[in-house]
């Protein structure tokens, strides 16, 4: 099993509707985990940390389920600008280090 | 406040040639790291640091060096280039403190070895 495992992809939606991303993880040691965004030929960015609890932030919702080892991204009335590749990031901590493994991505491309 | 500054934007190289990428931050972070992303493969990190001074292997270092002899610059060196390191390179920076603290990415570098 990959370390972090990402839909496929490519998504292709029309505006407004939803959308959901899954990612599987394979270390069950995993501490953190976090949704970036990437834009065509531009670096990520940080589009949500995902908490055990779950987390919303405006059209954007998280979710971890450790148990399962899994994380999603659900975007809801979807806009034109939410079009991008949508990276799935785990951390893990072993002493002083502090790994990040990032997901291959899932490329969304959001039509009018 | 710059963030991460990568240079260069774009290098063209010659099999064999020597190079070296900087990077530069300015938030005072202690976490800097090296990527390179290829098409269908994601980001992987190649050499990483957690302080002025270390130096650490990534998943693949092959073919690359590192040095950090100041806090705010990591940089990233080709001794031989080689057509497999054509990539897109990026650095990112973060503090040290664990948990959820994001990374702050460089706008990157694209290298093509010829």
């Known amino acids: 099993r990959k370390e972090v495992e990402q839909d496929p992809g490519p998504f292709n939606v029309p505006e407004g509707a939803t959308v959901a991303f899954n990612c599987t993880y394979s270390?069950?040691?995993?501490?953190?985990f976090f949704w970036y965004r990437q834009d065509c030929r531009k670096e990520p960015k940080l589009l949500m940390s995902v908490y055990s609890s779950g987390n919303e932030d405006g059209r954007f919702t998280a979710q971890l389920n450790r148990a399962s080892q899994y994380i999603s991204l659900l975007i809801r009335d979807s806009k034109l600008s939410d079009s991008a590749t949508y990276l799935c990031?785990?951390?893990?901590?072993?002493?002083?280090?502090?790994?990040?493994?990032f997901g291959k991505g899932t490329l969304l491309t959001v039509n009018p | 406040n710059a963030g991460v500054t990568q240079t260069p934007k774009f290098r063209v190289l010659k099999t064999g040639q020597s190079m070296t990428l900087l990077c530069a931050q300015d938030?005072?972070?202690?976490?800097m790291y090296w990527y390179r992303q290829d098409p269908g493969m994601g980001l992987r990190l190649i050499h990483y640091s957690v302080g002025e001074g270390t130096t650490a292997k990534g998943e693949v270092p092959d073919g690359y060096n590192v040095s950090r002899l100041k806090k705010q610059n990591f940089l990233l060196g080709l001794e031989s280039a080689a057509p497999s390191q054509t990539s897109v390179y990026f650095c990112a920076s973060r503090r040290q403190v664990f948990g959820n603290e994001k990374l702050f990415f460089g706008s990157g570098t694209q290298l093509s070895v010829l």
């Open positions: 938030m005072n972070h202690e976490y």
């Open positions: 990031v785990v951390g893990n901590s072993g002493g002083s280090n502090y790994k990040l493994t």
């Open positions: 270390n069950s040691a995993s501490q953190s």
